[in-house]
């Protein structure tokens, strides 16, 4: 993640970049989670980073924020955290668990996130969830009462076909031009088509016929 990290610095110069702290890199203790937040900024030149979790990170959180580093919060539908979750599934759907993941969004502000993704909730509890809080929320499958909204590049421009989530909408369809594309690039190698005279490097003229004269002279 350090190396995508990087990449991304190297590119995107005038945006805030958040780094995604990988699973098992902060969950053991907040120490913990303080080095290698540490390594994301001084090492992946990231600008801040984020972590999965509610109520049971406001500690961790609070220790990175304390040395200086911004924390971008994530609640709900975890993905680091989905075989705990019996899978990619819905959460907050009863009102005990909606009242819970409220409680968590409070947690995270109170420790010190500058804004906290909602994933996978029901949008009247998402939307009831931003309006409590006073940072901005970050919602993928959440309804439109969020602050702002986010979808997964791949997801939204359709180059993966076999599944789509039901709160993706997907404005391209890449998937079938790459195939088609590349269908049609087999054929013309086959047929020897590609590469034509435009897509091969010359030689000078004189040059060539040199090397044609030495090639006909060992025949």
């Given at each position: 993640m350090l190396h995508h990290s990087r990449a991304v610095a190297r590119g995107a110069k005038?945006?805030?970049r958040v780094a995604d702290l990988p699973f098992g890199s902060y969950e053991v203790s907040p120490e913990i989670a303080v080095q290698n937040a540490?390594?994301?900024i001084k090492e992946g030149n990231a600008e801040a980073v984020k972590l999965e979790g509610g109520i049971e990170m406001k500690e961790?959180?609070?220790r990175i924020t304390s040395v200086g580093i911004p924390v971008l919060?994530?609640?709900?539908?975890?993905?680091?955290r989905h075989n705990a979750l019996g899978g990619f599934r819905v959460q907050g759907k009863t009102m005990e668990q909606a009242l819970a993941l409220l409680d968590d969004a409070l947690a995270v502000q109170e420790a010190g996130c500058f804004a906290v993704v909602l994933e996978a909730i029901p949008e009247p509890v998402a939307t009831y969830i931003t309006k409590q809080l006073s940072i901005?929320?970050?919602?993928?499958g959440c309804g439109n009462g969020c602050s702002g909204q986010v979808l997964v590049l791949n997801d939204m421009i359709g180059v993966f076909d076999r599944f789509t989530p039901r709160f993706c909408k997907r404005y391209l369809n890449l998937?079938?031009?790459?195939?088609?594309?590349?269908?049609e690039f087999r054929e013309e190698v086959r047929s020897r088509e590609f590469p034509s005279q435009e897509h091969c490097y010359p030689m000078k003229?004189?040059?060539?016929?040199?090397?044609?004269?030495?090639i006909k002279n060992q025949e």
């Open positions: 005038s945006t805030f540490l390594r994301f961790t959180i609070k919060g994530h609640i709900g539908l975890t993905p680091q901005p929320t970050i919602g993928i998937d079938k031009s790459i195939t088609d594309a590349i269908v003229k004189d040059e060539q016929e040199k090397f044609l004269s030495y």
